[in-house]
């Protein structure tokens, strides 16, 4: 008993060793010596049985865009793993740590990939630093477009938890696990992205089973919180649609005798609301559900259509049976902002 304690014991404090390692500073200097040709191998630093750590970072650099309509965001990031490898270990380096070329084909790399990546772009060519213990740091600057789909129900005072998932290509869990570097999951404090506003993201480890792939791996979900500026749209796009409605309440004030102004306002009204619902078509999002946006343009061209239906019943009754037709005006003069009140307090409540 006493055995398998020291040894647990022992573990432990190998792993907050480990742990401490990942997390130390780098302090590159110019003029180091970088591991000889023959230290480098394309093995794992660590036997069989004992997984390699790898540690990792996520650094926004910014973030250009998130578009509704395809469900992906558009990032510069810098991405930086760590782990140790003894072989590649030199007392002379000190405290610092030496920059050196990836020797491709010939360093043993953790493989990792994002889920629902898009596209990708490299900046420059892959270095990496390494320091007396054999602590290697590699850090690429990449342009992204990952994808994840977000529930608009709510649009546009909708908010959303962004995540991507980083993943080991091939190793799984009993070979590779990731632990994320807090102090090098951040974001840069000006962002180019508009109509947003970002959280900090935060980076939570685990494992798990991955679809069509046997075994168990490991993963890092990277999470921030994005909420949507609506006063763009509260008044680029809401207050124009309030107008068009209100213009057609006129009907209601208009005498049976000039008929041909009550359809000729009540057209114009349909046609207008029409012709403003299809330009902004490309800028919605094009999904197969109904947003608090949809549920008020769909409100709103019932509101207008009635106007146009009470039009098209004074001319069927050809101003003949005024009482009728007063009394539509009476009942619409109320009963017309009432349903525009309650269309709007359904699209932003219901």
Known sequence: M??????????DVVAQDLAA???????????LACPSPASYSLTRPDPAGTPT???????FQDIAQLSDVDQTLDADVYVITRWRDPRLADPARGDASAECPVPEGALWMPALEPENIRSRQSFYAPRFLVDASGVITHSRRLWVKVADPLDLHDFPFDRHRWSVTVWPVVSRAEELVLRPLPSLVRMNDRLSIQGWRVGVPRAEAGTSARLARPG??????VRMDLQRNWGFYAWKL???LVLIVLMAYG????????VN???????????TLIAYM???GSSLPRISYLTRADRFFIGSALLVFLGLAKAIMTVALGGQDSAVIGGLNRWGRWAYPAGTLINFLCALYW
């Open 261 to 271: 102004q009550q359809i000729g306002l009540s057209t114009t009204s349909m046609l």
């Open 53 to 59: 750590q790898v540690g990792l970072g996520i650094i």
């Open 2 to 11: 006493l055995a398998v304690s020291l040894l647990v014991s022992t573990v």
């Open 278 to 280: 299809l330009a902004l």
């Open 216 to 221: 168990v791996f490991a993963r890092v979900d």
């Open 238 to 240: 809401g207050l124009p």
């Open 21 to 31: 390692d990942l997390e130390r500073e780098v302090a590159p200097r110019s003029g």
């Open 251 to 258: 009907v209601y004030f208009i005498p049976a005798s000039a």
